[in-house]
C-alpha cells in the first residue's frame, strides 16, 4: 500500500517529458506552453521580459548625476520644444496677428494657457494690475467701479468653455482643398477652465434700468475692442474671468481680466475688459457693421450676438430698404451731431469762458467731462470710418459697379432683386 502511494507521489511530481515515446513533442507540453504564450501576450508581456531577463538594463546618464534644480515656474521640457503654436505675424508688423494651437501635438480637453490661440490687432497691452479698473454704468441706478482687490471678495465659479474664433476652419470655405495639418485649419479653437465672477451678480449690484437690452463691453488694448451683448445673455451665464486653468489669466488672453460669454464667438469675449455700458439696443460700431458680420444687400447684417436676427446698419431706420446713399446720410448726420455734443462740452484747461462754465455749484454731479468727451471722439472716429466705406460704395453705384455683380444693368430674363 505504501509503494503505491510513493510510485503516485513520484508520477505527479516527475516533469512532463518535452518529447513522447516516438520523438514528436508531447501533447501536453505543446498545449501548456501555448496557454503560457497566450496569458503573456494577454497582459502585454512577451518576449520583452525574456529579453530583460537576459541582458540586463544599461544605466544612462543622467542616472549618474544630480538633476536640474528645481525653478520657480515649470516649464516645459526641452524635447518638447516642437510643440509650439504658429504666429502669422512674427515681426509684430502693423496688422493683424494670430496664433494657432497645435492640436496635433495636444492630448486632453484642456490647452495649455501658454498654447491657447490668439487673435490681436495690435499685440497685447501690459496693462498694470494695481491700476486697472471695470467700470459698469449707463442704464443703471448706481454706477460702480471695481479693482482686482473688490472681485476677489465676490463668489467665484469655475467653468470649462472653450473659445472659437469666428474665423476658425475658414480654409475648408476655399473653392480647391487646402493641403494643411489641423493647426492650420482649426487652430483658432481651444478649451480652457476659467474661474471669475458671475456678471448677473455685478449688474444685479448696480440695479439695471427696465429699459436697458443689451450691454456695449470694451476691452483697454489699443483698438478699444468692444461688442454688443444681449443682456439676457450676461444675466444667463457670462462671467468675468480672473483665472484661466487655476493661475492668473494669460497677458496675451486678457490679463487681468475678460469676458467670458459661453457659445458667442471668440471677438465676443471681449479681453482686457475695462468698461460695461448698459444700452437700448446695439451700439452697432465697426466691429458689428464692418467687421464679424454676414454683410447683406442693404447695409443689412447678421448679428452674432441676436440669434441670427438682421439688422440694418443705422438702427434708427427700422423700416424700409437701406442703400448706400441712404446709410451715408445717416453716418454724417451722426458725426454732426457727436461734433456738436463734442464742441458743447467744456474744454480741461481752457481759460477764460469755459472755465466759468465748469465751474459748479455745491452738490452738482459730473464736473470731470473728460471721459466723456473720449467717449464721443472714439464714436466720431468709428462713424468716420463708416463714412468713407459708405462713400466708395456710393462712388461705385454711380460708377456702375455692385458688388455681387460686374455691372448694374441686369441679364434678360433675370428680374432685379
Not at 451722426?334 to 474744454?347: D, G, I, K, Q, V
Request: proline residues 8%; contains cysteine; hydrophobic residues 35%.
Amino acid at each position: 500500500m505504501t509503494s503505491n502511494m510513493t510510485s503516485k507521489q513520484n508520477r505527479r511530481v516527475s516533469p512532463t517529458p518535452d518529447a513522447a515515446g516516438n520523438g514528436l513533442l508531447d501533447r501536453r507540453a505543446l498545449l501548456g506552453r501555448g496557454l503560457l504564450l497566450a496569458g503573456a501576450a494577454g497582459t502585454g508581456v512577451g518576449t520583452s521580459l525574456t529579453a530583460a531577463g537576459a541582458e540586463p538594463l544599461p544605466v544612462d546618464p543622467w542616472s549618474l548625476a544630480p538633476g536640474t534644480a528645481i525653478p520657480p515656474y515649470g516649464v516645459p521640457p526641452k524635447y518638447e520644444s516642437k510643440v509650439v503654436r504658429t504666429l502669422t505675424n512674427p515681426n509684430s508688423e502693423p496688422r493683424t496677428s494670430q496664433a494657432r494651437t497645435p492640436h496635433h501635438l495636444l492630448n486632453g480637453t484642456i490647452t495649455p494657457a501658454g498654447l491657447h490661440f490668439v487673435v490681436s490687432r495690435t499685440g497685447f497691452p501690459d496693462i498694470d494690475p494695481a491700476k486697472h479698473r471695470l467700470a459698469i454704468h449707463g442704464l443703471v441706478k448706481q454706477p460702480l467701479v471695481f479693482d482686482l482687490d473688490a472681485l476677489a471678495r465676490y463668489p467665484k465659479v469655475t467653468r470649462i468653455n472653450f473659445v472659437e474664433c469666428g474665423g476658425n476652419s475658414a480654409p475648408l470655405y476655399n473653392k480647391d482643398p487646402v493641403q494643411a495639418n489641423v493647426q492650420a485649419i482649426h487652430g483658432l479653437v481651444s478649451c480652457s477652465e476659467w474661474t471669475g465672477v458671475r456678471l448677473s451678480t455685478l449688474l444685479e449690484e448696480t440695479g439695471i434700468d427696465p429699459k436697458a437690452k443689451w450691454l456695449l463691453a470694451e476691452g483697454a488694448d489699443g483698438p478699444s475692442m468692444n461688442r454688443s451683448i444681449p443682456l439676457a445673455k450676461a444675466l444667463d451665464d457670462a462671467m468675468i474671468a480672473l483665472y484661466q486653468n487655476g493661475e492668473r489669466i494669460n497677458p496675451a488672453q486678457g490679463y487681468p481680466m475678460r469676458l467670458l460669454v459661453p457659445g458667442y464667438e471668440g471677438n465676443m469675449n471681449v479681453k482686457w475688459l475695462h468698461r460695461i455700458k448698459l444700452i437700448e439696443e446695439p451700439a452697432m460700431a465697426i466691429n458689428e457693421t464692418m467687421q464679424y458680420t454676414h454683410r447683406r444687400r442693404f447695409a443689412r447684417a447678421r448679428q452674432a450676438g441676436d440669434r441670427g436676427r438682421s439688422r440694418p446698419v443705422g438702427h434708427e431706420h427700422r423700416t424700409g430698404r437701406q442703400g448706400p446713399a441712404a446709410r451715408q446720410r445717416h453716418v454724417r448726420a451722426r458725426c454732426r451731431h457727436l461734433c456738436a455734443e463734442m464742441r458743447s462740452l467744456p474744454r480741461q484747461g481752457r481759460p477764460g469762458r469755459d472755465q466759468r462754465r465748469t465751474r459748479q455749484r455745491p452738490g452738482q454731479v459730473g464736473s470731470d467731462h473728460g471721459p466723456l468727451r473720449a467717449e464721443r471722439h472714439h464714436d466720431l472716429r468709428l462713424h468716420a470710418a463708416c463714412n468713407a466705406v459708405a462713400a466708395a460704395e456710393v462712388a461705385d453705384r454711380r460708377r456702375g459697379l455692385r458688388p455681387d455683380r460686374l455691372h448694374s444693368r441686369p441679364q434678360q430674363g433675370h428680374r432685379r432683386q
